[in-house]
């Protein structure tokens, strides 16, 4: 089973943009949904963004307005625009794909594809 791989975390400070991109390594089936979660340290994997049908969007609310998701569930491709970076905002990123229905978005355990994780760190 192939598996999806994060590019462009990094250090930044605060106020700051990266983008992060996710491809798939191997043999992926087309999916409905690519998203985006993120963990600190010592907390649970959280939601941060996902595109469904490569139109409708959904956001946490802690990142609305700052970040961007866009992706083609066909190839299992996309990418996150984050900009006005917050300490906050410090956690390692990872993509995900997968065919959840709408309810289900923001649960981390309906997905089939993952990748390793990027490491983004907000700090001046």
């Known amino acids: 089973q192939g598996q999806l791989q994060e590019s462009g975390g990094g250090l930044v400070q605060p106020g700051g943009s990266l983008r992060l991109s996710c491809a798939p390594i191997?043999?992926?089936?087309?999916?409905?949904?690519m998203a985006w979660f993120r963990q600190a340290p010592g907390k649970e994997r959280e939601f941060v963004a996902a595109?469904?049908?490569?139109?409708?969007?959904f956001y946490a609310d802690s990142v609305k307005g700052r970040f961007f998701v866009s992706g083609d569930n066909v190839k299992n491709t996309g990418s996150l625009q984050m900009d006005v970076l917050e300490p906050e905002d410090t956690a390692v990123y990872y993509c995900?794909?997968?065919?959840?229905?709408?309810?289900?978005?923001?649960?981390?355990?309906?997905?089939?594809?993952w990748g390793q994780g990027t490491q983004v760190t907000v700090s001046s």
């Open positions: 595109i469904w049908r490569a139109g409708r969007t």
């Open positions: 995900a794909a997968g065919r959840p229905i709408l309810s289900a978005i923001r649960n981390p355990n309906v997905y089939t594809y």
């Open positions: 191997g043999t992926t089936d087309s999916t409905n949904t």
